[in-house]
Nanobody, 124 residues
Framework: QVQLVESGGGLVQPGGSLRLSCEVSGGTISAGTMGWFRQAPGQEREFVAALTWVRRDPYYGDSVADRFAMSRDMAKNTVYLDMNSLKPEDTAVYYC?????????????????WGQGTQVTVSS
């Protein structure tokens, strides 16, 4: 069974940075798609970023494209989300997810496995 464990969330001031990590066990990050999504209270789950094995460059959501960067370490079976220039509207629970497909990287419905989420709060 695939398990995903996120870490790295916390409280940060506006303009600050955080790095989220997602370690995968029971499956590989080198196939299919690894994605990051976020969900704020009362809002729908939002696509943040995704990496597929068929494309070198990540996909990004419009609201984070120039501030966030997704990467992966195959040796550690871990993906990362580097978040810079954080804004209060980035406050949410961030989820890591894994899909066996590569065709719909931005749709949360396409992912079979999810982590428990990590809280990111951007506030002064």
């Amino acid at each position: 069974q695939v398990q995903l464990v996120e870490s790295g969330g916390g409280l940060v001031q506006p303009g600050g940075s955080l790095r989220l990590s997602c370690e995968v066990s029971g499956g590989t990050i080198s196939a299919g798609t690894m994605g990051w999504f976020r969900q704020a209270p009362g809002q729908e789950r939002e696509f943040v970023a995704a990496l597929t094995w068929v494309r070198r460059d990540p996909y990004y959501g419009d609201s984070v494209a120039d501030r966030f960067a997704m990467s992966r370490d195959m040796a550690k079976n871990t993906v990362y989300l580097d978040m810079n220039s954080l804004k209060p509207e980035d406050t949410a629970v961030y989820y890591c997810a894994r899909s066996g497909r590569t065709s719909t990287p931005t749709a949360f419905q396409g992912y079979e496995s999810w982590g428990q989420g990590t809280q990111v709060t951007v506030s002064s």
